[in-house]
Structure formats: structure tokens, C-alpha cells
T-cell receptor, first 112, second 117 residues
Framework: KAGVTQTPRYLIKTRGQQVTLSCSPISGHRSVSWYQQTPGQGLQFLFE???????NKGNFPGRFSGRQFSNSRSEMNVSTLELGDSALYLC???????????FGPGTRLTVL | AQTVTQSQPEMSVQEAETVTLSCTYD???????LFWYKQPPSRQMILVIRQEAYKQQNATENRFSVNFQKAAKSFSLKISDSQLGDAAMYFC??????????????FGKGTRLSVIA
């Protein structure tokens, strides 16, 4: 069974631009979560989607948004990029009723 | 709010030796899960081991085992017979069940483990 996939793997943007990251969960997983990883703040939860509905949301500004499609694929969008948004963005999926979360390889976003 | 603390930013171990990584957490929940994740230089987060709080028996996965002390809110990871491939960042994480499903993972800051040949 294929793992969690994320595209693109690397991205370079400039301040003020917007970006969309994509995540395909493991087949059958309906829960998709996003995390931001930076050297200073560590791993921080962004949001979680389950069956196309946002179920949990972390403490991030409204510039960060996401959505989930009927096939469980998820996208996250960051508008008006700031230098501090440079990070590794990790997507994770899990099967309902389990405590096993599987992570994708991440998207490395660099904001110049 | 739940917190996870890893007090050792860096650790090193000789190949074939044993090393223990520390983790403490804070929660008011009684039913929760604790995890150790490994993140090698490739950045792929891999689940190493999981412990259910209601289980008294410590979890083991091959060379990896935990020492779960619920009263002390301590959850350490022991790696036996360390191998070069064990070199990575190790994150301790917490989650518990809520009415809307599993809560998001709360991670510690991580411990960078080096394995010396």
C-alpha cells in the first residue's frame, strides 16, 4: 500500500505570494492532518480534516487554510507569505479509530 | 493544555551500546497515548513505538522499548544494540481521545541522536 505522498517536495516563493501544498493520504485513511516544522518552534499542528470537514485547528493565523476533497486528498494554502513561513510542512494520515499516524515526506517551503 | 518535554537536545551512543532518551509530559487526561517518532535526515517521520496509558506493561518493538511511569508522567525510550541507522531526531508525542476523535499530536522539541562507529 502506498504511503502518504506530498507534492511538491520543494518550493521557493517570495514574500506576499501565496502557495498551495498537496497531500494524498494512505488509501482508506479519511483523517488528514498538517504540521509545520521549524527549527525554532518545532512541530506545530495546523489543522485536521476528516471526511471533508475541518475537525481540529491549531493556533495559526487565517492566512493558513486547508481543505479536503471527497477522495480524502487534502490541500493547504498559505496566502501573503511571510519570511517566517519558511518551514517543512508535514502531512499525516490516520485510519479512524486507530492511534497510528503516518507521515508524508514533507514539503520544504522557502520564502525569500 | 498538554505539554511534552524532552530535556536532552542531543545524545550520542557507541554502536552496539544502549541509550535512553527521556521524555516527560503533562496532562489531566487519564486515557491517552504516547509515541516516539524517528526523523532521519531524509525528514520522513517514522513511528517507532506507541504506548497506551491504560496498559501497565511497557511497549517493546524489537530493539526499542519504553519505560512508562504514569504517576511520574515519564516516558523514556531505550534503544538497545544501537546501529548506525538509528542516528536521527527522536520526538516524543502525545495524543488522547476526544468526542471529535483523536486529538492532534503534541510533540516535544526532539533529541538528536548520534551513533558513533
Amino acid at each position: 500500500k502506498a504511503g502518504v505522498t506530498q507534492t511538491p517536495r520543494y518550493l521557493i516563493k517570495t514574500r506576499g505570494q501565496q502557495v498551495t501544498l498537496s497531500c494524498s493520504p494512505i488509501s482508506g485513511h479519511r483523517s488528514v492532518s498538517w504540521y509545520q516544522q521549524t527549527p525554532g518552534q518545532g512541530l506545530q499542528f495546523l489543522f485536521e480534516y476528516f471526511s471533508e470537514t475541518q475537525r481540529n485547528k491549531g493556533n495559526f493565523p487565517g492566512r493558513f487554510s486547508g481543505r479536503q476533497f471527497s477522495n480524502s486528498r487534502s490541500e493547504m494554502n498559505v496566502s501573503t507569505l511571510e519570511l517566517g513561513d519558511s518551514a517543512l510542512y508535514l502531512c499525516a494520515s490516520s485510519l479512524a479509530g486507530t492511534y497510528r499516524t503516518f507521515f508524508g515526506p514533507g514539503t520544504r517551503l522557502t520564502v525569500l | 493544555a498538554q505539554t511534552v518535554t524532552q530535556s536532552q537536545p542531543e545524545m550520542s551512543v557507541q554502536e552496539a551500546e544502549t541509550v535512553t532518551l527521556s521524555c516527560t509530559y503533562d496532562t489531566s487526561e487519564s486515557d491517552y497515548y504516547l509515541f516516539w517518532y524517528k526523523q532521519p535526515p531524509s525528514r520522513q517521520m517514522i513511528l517507532v513505538i506507541r504506548q497506551e496509558a491504560y496498559k501497565q506493561q511497557n511497549a517493546t518493538e524489537n530493539r526499542f522499548s519504553v519505560n512508562f511511569q504514569k504517576a511520574a508522567k515519564s516516558f523514556s525510550l531505550k534503544i538497545s544494540d544501537s546501529q548506525l541507522g538509528d542516528a536521527a531526531m527522536y520526538f516524543c508525542a502525545y495524543s488522547h481521545y476526544s468526542n471529535s476523535g483523536n486529538t492532534p499530536l503534541v510533540f516535544g522539541k526532539g533529541t538528536r541522536l548520534s551513533v558513533i562507529a
